[in-house]
């Protein structure tokens, strides 16, 4: 071969590209990712897999809408910066509880907060101020809404579909930017009905290690072709098989007491006391990059602008921080404790 291009052996072994040339390109293909907090601690790149797991609101679902604005959201719009991503988001919606209506007050507060600037304009004196920037706002909330794509499952046959059909919806995409972010809400959605009908003895069928399987080698097909940031979240299961977080929610006649209060607390006091239980496959945990647990505090709730709010705690199992953030859930976004 050497010698079909005249060169000599050595040449084969010439530099092209130094190490530091090397990282610096790849870095640059994919950067860092920055997500609104908490999820901003750790530093995030496409291709990594982001788990959020936490009992029943707890604000996974809440963060996972806050992730989508800030990638639909572009990075700026008709000279007014909104530092969003500007690339479409595909949400797979597995626990059937997709809240479009959060979705569009968590984005038009964006764009009402970006384009805040607009308010002291020279629309003052004509009257047209107010129509010009909710025109404004409309067009960008239409031009937003576009590259979220939202798909809802109902077992996980159709989940396996779905994510089959990433890879078209990718190159489909009317925009042409592609998926940047996939979210999975939430991944465990179907555990317990694929537990049960797993197949005993030789009898064929799927088993709930075989699904997982399929899941990931779909995504990791998708990711190698479409290079995204993956984002799941998880419910936990309690390792004491007595109790779980459902039985409160259920409203069972043994937890039940006068004082809504009184029961908030002390089903935030049962849960804390059981320890979580991995459920998922191994092979799902080797997959899983990144890590990040959320609580619900059962401290006095924080108050803002005359409104009580709960407070709830994050903590990055991986990579581990070994710190805790509180926040608070808002219409637009997270405020987190000094």
Known sequence: MAGETGGEP?????????????????????????????????????????????????GKSHLLLMAAVQCILPKEWEGIYFGGLGKSVMYLD??????????????????????AHLRNGDFEKDGTKDEFQCSLQNMLF??????????RCYNSSEFTAALKTLQSQSRSEVLGLGIYFVMIDSIGAFYWIDRASQPV???????????????????????????????????PIYADGTTTANDFNRGSSKYVMEDSTVLR??????????????????????????????????????????EVLSTYTSEWMQPSLKTKEKFSIVDDGVILAQ
């Open 10 to 58: 050595r040449a084969w072994l010439a530099v092209d590209e130094t190490a530091a040339a090397f990282i610096s390109r790849s870095l640059s293909s994919r950067p860092t990712i920055i997500l609104p907090p908490p999820l901003h601690r750790a530093p995030l790149r496409p291709g990594n897999v982001v788990e959020i797991s936490g009992p029943s609101n707890s």
């Open 94 to 115: 597995l626990d059937c509880r997709f809240d479009v209506l959060r979705l569009a007050r968590i984005l038009r507060n964006r764009i009402a907060e970006g384009s």
């Open 142 to 151: 239409s031009d937003c809404m576009q590259r979220f794509l939202y798909v």
């Open 201 to 235: 003895g030789e009898n064929k069928g799927k088993s709930l290690q075989s699904i997982t399987e399929t899941v990931i080698h779909e995504i990791r097909k998708f990711l190698q072709l479409q290079p995204a940031l993956v984002l799941v979240t998880k419910a």
């Open 265 to 306: 607390y002390s089903r935030l006091e049962e849960e804390r006391s059981l320890s979580f239980r991995e459920y998922m496959p191994s092979i799902w945990q080797s997959f899983v990059t990144h890590r990040i647990n959320l609580q619900v505090e059962a401290e006095v709730p924080s108050v803002h602008e005359n």
